[in-house]
């Protein structure tokens, strides 16, 4: 038997309602969508859902484990619906595409620091920045002529 989105919200804690299981369908088919397009999406099935409506349904949908929130700097907050294996993710610098990238080394967190300070890590967060390889081939030019 599958696991549905229903299964997953009251599994949470959280009540089914149509805006969280339309917040979450539109997140895992579009993962790393910021919340503008997750708004714009929901609309398409929901033309009554407002923008906090679906804010408020991101915040609890991630703050109960069942989304990731991925904060790159320079843009706005993305989501994903890859939770749980402490994976990483790849950005280009010229047109953003943001991309997943399995643990660095071994099982997480992954990254092993030097000196914990007491810590007990359980997480890796690893950004990488560079230029997609379309982007790549035919990069824009940075400076002025």
Same mark, same amino acid.
């Given at each position: 038997?599958?696991?549905?989105?229903?299964?997953?919200? !009251?599994?949470?804690?959280? !009540?089914?309602?149509?805006?969280?299981?339309?917040?979450?369908a539109a997140v895992e088919a579009n993962p790393h969508a910021d919340a503008a397009q997750i708004l714009t999406i929901v609309r398409d099935?929901?033309?009554?859902?407002?923008?906090?409506?679906?804010?408020?349904?991101?915040?609890?949908?991630?703050?109960?484990?069942?989304?990731?929130?991925?904060?790159?700097?320079?843009?706005?907050? !993305?989501?994903?619906?890859?939770?749980?294996?402490?994976?990483?993710?790849?950005?280009? !610098?010229?047109?953003?595409?943001?991309?997943?990238?399995?643990?660095?080394?071994?099982?997480?967190?992954?990254?092993?620091?030097?000196?914990?300070?007491?810590?007990?890590?359980?997480?890796?967060?690893?950004?990488?920045?560079?230029?997609?390889?379309?982007?790549?081939?035919?990069?824009?030019?940075?400076?002025?002529?």
């Amino acid at each position: 038997m599958d696991i549905t989105h229903e299964d997953l919200v !009251r599994g949470a804690g959280l !009540r089914v309602t149509k805006p969280r299981l339309a917040v979450f369908a539109a997140v895992e088919a579009n993962p790393h969508a910021d919340a503008a397009q997750i708004l714009t999406i929901v609309r398409d099935h929901i033309p009554t859902v407002s923008h906090q409506a679906v804010y408020d349904c991101l915040a609890s949908l991630a703050d109960a484990g069942l989304l990731r929130r991925i904060e790159p700097a320079g843009s706005p907050t !993305r989501y994903e619906s890859r939770v749980g294996d402490n994976h990483h993710h790849m950005i280009c !610098r010229q047109c953003a595409v943001i991309i997943d990238i399995d643990c660095a080394l071994g099982e997480a967190p992954c990254l092993t620091p030097d000196s914990p300070q007491g810590f007990v890590v359980d997480e890796a967060e690893v950004t990488y920045w560079g230029l997609c390889a379309t982007c790549a081939a035919h990069p824009l030019s940075l400076t002025p002529n």
